[in-house]
């Protein structure tokens, strides 16, 4: 709680929309996620993994779940 995420790879992060697209063009496997913790840069390493395909609705109540988390 409280980190701000501000790049995924080389792709700057600015929205959650920026997020994930930034995400949805990543494949399995490892991430640098550059987030701003307790006022100074850091980049944490993070596993992507294979998600299912989700139709427009299924997409939208992800987004609004994961909103909040992020």
Known sequence: AGDVIIAVGD????S???LLKALS???EG????KIIRNHAEQ????T??????????RRAAATQRHAAVI
């Open 30 to 33: 490892t991430v640098a996620v």
């Open 43 to 46: 980049v944490i390493n993070v």
């Open 11 to 14: 792709q700057r992060v600015e």
């Open 25 to 27: 063009n990543k494949s």
């Open 48 to 57: 992507l993994e294979k998600s299912e395909l989700l139709t427009p609705r």
């Open 16 to 18: 959650i929309g920026s």
